[in-house]
């Protein structure tokens, strides 16, 4: 039972910064198996463009390379069918070289579409050059990554270059956990369904717990993290959205204007966080493995490679209902999910002994996508009423067939969204700003404390202190596991 492929209009795709990492693991991997789905017409085309004095040919090559790597099991015809359609410009970003000859590729009558998968500071370049050479028009679409700024400022200063050459509703700001194919689920189980929306809020949800946790250090790209950290890195964009889809108001439809601007309203309700509430840590070494400040190779590094806090939303839905949230490197396994833990039944007729039983519903992102609901029934058998919690399991696997468990990765549907013209999950400027309204103070104050991460075990749930964090509340993180 798997949804059927609608093809997307034709289109020229230009990725800038084609020969990249981003490039080689995710785009274009994503658009080989949009390919093989079907939903790329006969004559799409993909047109790299970087420094790299590359030809068609050798970008080809690239491409087959990389496919080789990171789609093994690709069949080696769409490969050749898929290859066929890329092409290649050397240009250069600051300068005129190679700008007409793409400009020269560009059809007209279809979809134009270019990739910045650059560094932020070859923004304003490219979007000036794409004006002046005639690339741009009002159907252009222009999609960029993150990190988009390190804080308000710079994000300002970003938005302002490309809303400077393209309009708002052309430009693409990628999140990529917006494509997880779980976070859209979160939506449609919110407001698909009668039987969630009625207890979404502080008078029946106890607090709502959300984890991203990755067994992956930060070596080879220690220099980038070291200047973000888990906040820059996580918080402010991945985690954050996970909230505002958690915690947004039902959006009047399924818009992007409506849905991001209940998101904007979520961000701005955020309360600051006090210090006391923020862990911070950084992973140490272990026998076999590097510690954060030797992937980092920054031996007094501050920077934390983990972080848990608690907040609060001020508004009526969830005024008193606290959102502990927490993001680490090199911890016990690979695994983001949701919890909302609601409150305790108001009165128990089964009697106190029977200690407490709450209804938890866990929304798994990665790796297994599913869902369960945690119950209370009857112990089963003669024994008189013993209550236990049992999780109804809501695996989307199993009820939806084989197909479903190749679940499409977040780029693929993504980059289908760009040319169909779908904003819905991509984040638009006044969104990402006020996370960084929110953010900055947050650092700036660490900062100001000099705050000393505190190191916590490789394998491990991240410091002491986060465990902690809601142990003082009376309540517990659920176990980090695959
Ligand atoms: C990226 C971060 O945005 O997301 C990385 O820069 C992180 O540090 C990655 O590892 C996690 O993405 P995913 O899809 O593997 O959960």
Known sequence: MVSRVIPVDSFDLVIFGGTGDLARRKILPALF??????????????????????????????VREALAEFVPRAE?????????????????????????????????????????????????????????YGMADEDSRIVVEKPFGRDLESAKALNEVLVGAFDESQIYRIDHYLGKET?????????GNVLFEPLWNSQYV?????????????????????KSGAMRDMVQNHLMQLLCL??????????????????????????????????????????DTASYREDAENPRSFTESFIAMKLHISNWRWAGTPFYLRTGKRLRARSSEIVVVFKDAPHSIFGADQG??????????????????????KEPGPGGMRLLDVPLDMTFAEALGPEAEEVPDAYERLIMDV??????????GDEVEAAWAWTDPLIAGWQARNDVPDPYDTGSSGPEDALMLMHRDGRRWRDIRE
């Open 76 to 132: 080696p015809a769409q490969v050749d069918a898929f290859v066929s359609r890329l092409g290649y410009v050397p240009v250069d970003a600051r300068g005129t070289n190679g700008w007409e000859d793409l400009a020269k590729r560009m059809r007209t009558g279809v979809i134009r579409a270019f990739y910045l998968s650059v560094g932020p500071g070859l923004f304003g370049d490219l979007a000036e050059r794409l004006h002046q």
């Open 206 to 226: 106890d607090h709502i717990q959300i984890t991203v946790a990755e067994t992956v250090g930060v070596g080879g790209r220690g220099g980038y993290y070291d």
């Open 33 to 62: 198996r949009r390919f093989v789905a079907g939903q790329m017409q006969e004559e799409a085309r993909i047109i790299g463009a970087a420094r790299s004095d590359l030809d068609d040919a050798g970008y080809q090559e690239f």
């Open 356 to 377: 407490t039983h709450r209804n938890v519903l866990t929304i798994q992102l990665q790796p297994n996508e599913g869902m369960t609901l945690d119950v209370t029934i």
């Open 246 to 287: 958690i915690a947004m108001e039902p959006p009047s439809k399924f818009d992007p204007d409506a849905v991001r601007d209940e998101k904007l309203k979520v961000i701005r309700a955020l309360d600051s966080v006090a210090h006391h509430h923020i862990v911070r840590g950084q992973y140490a070494a272990t026998k």
């Open 419 to 428: 040319i169909r013209g779908n904003q819905t999950l991509f984040m638009r």
């Open 183 to 191: 976070v859209q689920n979160l939506m449609a189980v919110r407001f």
